[in-house]
């Protein structure tokens, strides 16, 4: 699952379009590889420029130099993790730039970011582990958007000797 956290300060994403549009281009990131849309999840949290604070100064104070909104993501990857390849971890940020560069970078907005790799192991929908990435019972919850209970969801073994 990727999680986006995006936090922001107020003036930005205020409307629903603008969040909307948003999210569904980061969505497009993850379907194209095909992950089902409902693995992303993206979620706006305001935050007031005196609970924000760059090198030890609130942006609430800030000098000239810090007059553009800044907008801070945090990015969760759950459900594939990248191989250790610079070159693929190039092409992951290269494609993540260019779907913020409308909504941030063009919008005159300063903006940081970073991506985590979790665990898969970790990871449950609604009780079920999630199908292995390409497999074909993956592609049923891509085309249902949905997940649906699969032969290797419940693991017996793990249950019972957790109980």
């Known amino acids: ?3 986006w956290q995006i936090y922001h300060p107020p003036g930005t994403f205020e409307d629903a379009s603008s969040k909307e549009s948003f999210a569904k ?3 497009q990131i993850y379907t194209s590889v095909g992950l089902p849309a409902f693995y992303v999840v993206v ?3 305001k935050i007031d420029n005196h609970n924000v604070f760059i090198g030890g100064d609130s942006l609430s104070q800030a000098s000239e130099v810090r007059q553009k909104p800044f907008i801070r993501l945090v990015v969760d ?3 594939v993790r990248l191989p250790d390849d610079d070159a693929l971890y190039a092409r992951t940020t290269t494609r993540i730039d260019s779907v913020l560069r409308p ?3 063009e919008k005159g907005f300063d ?3 970073h991506v985590d790799e979790t665990e898969r192991r970790l990871w449950k929908i609604n009780g079920l582990i999630p199908p292995p990435h390409k497999s074909s019972e993956e592609r049923v919850w891509f085309e249902e958007n949905r997940p649906l209970p699969w032969d290797g969801a419940y693991p017996a073994k793990t ?3 957790s109980l």
């Open 25 to 27: 281009d980061i969505t």
């Open 1 to 3: 699952m990727p999680l």
């Open 159 to 161: 249950l019972r000797q």
């Open 43 to 45: 979620q706006y949290h």
């Open 77 to 79: 990857h759950i459900a």
């Open 111 to 113: 903006y940081e970011y």
């Open 103 to 105: 909504h941030l970078l």
